[in-house]
């Protein structure tokens, strides 16, 4: 068996040209969505996600506005700044690219975030908004793996889902989402986490396996149930030799793909999976904001 591949490109780009087309009708009343973006010191991974966010508000008519700080910024000065994106009106929504230095309170900066404004749904408000099941913003991740199952006719609803990893990004709420009673959920969800006693036993059980656990190919194929669906949120850089790649690293995700590949019958590929459905829900995030302030929506 060989496992269908799941494209997250090509199902982003039609969200993309969706957004685009919307963005052109709210262009001729006079409305243009902006995304903002910080970030703080040199981390070579935000720096690539910033700029691909930023090209991505590019290709859809956004504006965006990134603001970059040195490593040595303080926390005042990081609040000062994200209370200038609060009241920015040309700001429709923005975050703050994780992780932030050491030396900076995280908790205190997302919680200065206007939750109207808070695109990631990282807020405390947000979060509590999402547990709730009356969330104002889905946050981009988890929005972005149920979007990708929607959109390849992959129905959760009575499945044995099991993610692993509990992060407040990515295993958590995608937790709440698969558990819930609507669209899109209904997913009998189990959460395994670095204490797990014997994954495997999990992972054999598992009709969807979501790996958001941020080690490289911690799943092998010889884990999973023969035809199940592997969704794969992990990216990892793995140096290797110049020769091989000349940035000097490869990218690859939570799952052995070579392995994953022979047992499961659908599988997301890193990259080209979940990554760009993540910024193609932060545009829609965005998106929303806009509409919202211009009152077209609630
Ligand atoms: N760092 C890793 N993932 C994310 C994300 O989704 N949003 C932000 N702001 N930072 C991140």
Do not use: W
Not at 25 to 31: D, N, P, S, V
Not at 124 to 129: C, F
Not at 248 to 269: E, Q, W
Request: overall charge neutral; hydrophobic content about 40%; aromatic content about 4%.
């Amino acid at each position: 068996m060989s496992a269908k591949i799941i494209d997250g490109k090509a199902v982003s780009d039609l969200i993309k040209n969706e957004i685009a087309e919307e963005t052109a009708q709210l262009q001729k009343k006079g409305i243009t969505p902006g995304l903002g973006f910080i970030l703080v010191g040199d981390d070579p991974a935000s720096q690539t996600y910033v700029r691909m966010k930023g090209k991505a508000c590019e290709r859809v008519g956004f504006y965006s506005l990134t603001e970059r700080r040195p490593t040595e910024t303080t926390q005042e000065e990081l609040l000062d700044l994200v209370n200038r994106f609060n009241v920015n009106p040309d700001i429709h929504g923005f975050l703050i690219q994780l992780p932030l230095p050491g030396h900076l309170n995280e908790v205190e900066i997302i919680e200065s975030v206007d939750p109207v404004k808070d695109v990631d749904c990282f807020t405390p408000y947000n979060v509590g908004s999402l547990t709730s099941g009356r969330e104002s913003f889905m946050p981009c991740t988890p929005a972005g793996v149920i979007e990708l199952m929607r959109r390849s006719d992959i129905d959760p609803s009575g499945k044995h889902v099991v993610i692993v990893g509990r992060s407040n990004i990515v295993g958590r709420p995608l937790a709440t989402l698969l558990s819930r009673k609507s669209e899109g959920g209904n997913a009998t969800v189990t959460l395994c986490h670095s204490r797990t006693r014997d994954i495997s036993q999990f992972l054999r059980q598992a009709d969807i396996v979501v790996a958001a656990i941020g080690s490289p190919e911690f799943i092998h194929g010889d884990q999973l149930k023969p035809g199940c669906i592997v969704i794969d949120v992990g990216v990892n850089r793995v140096n290797v030799p110049e020769s091989e790649d000349k940035r000097g690293y490869r990218l690859v995700g939570d799952v052995h793909f070579d392995s994953a590949c022979k047992i499961a019958s659908a599988i997301t590929p890193v990259p080209g999976g979940v990554g760009p459905m993540t910024i193609a829900m932060l545009l829609k995030n965005t998106l929303i904001a806009a509409k919202r302030k211009a009152g077209i929506i609630q």
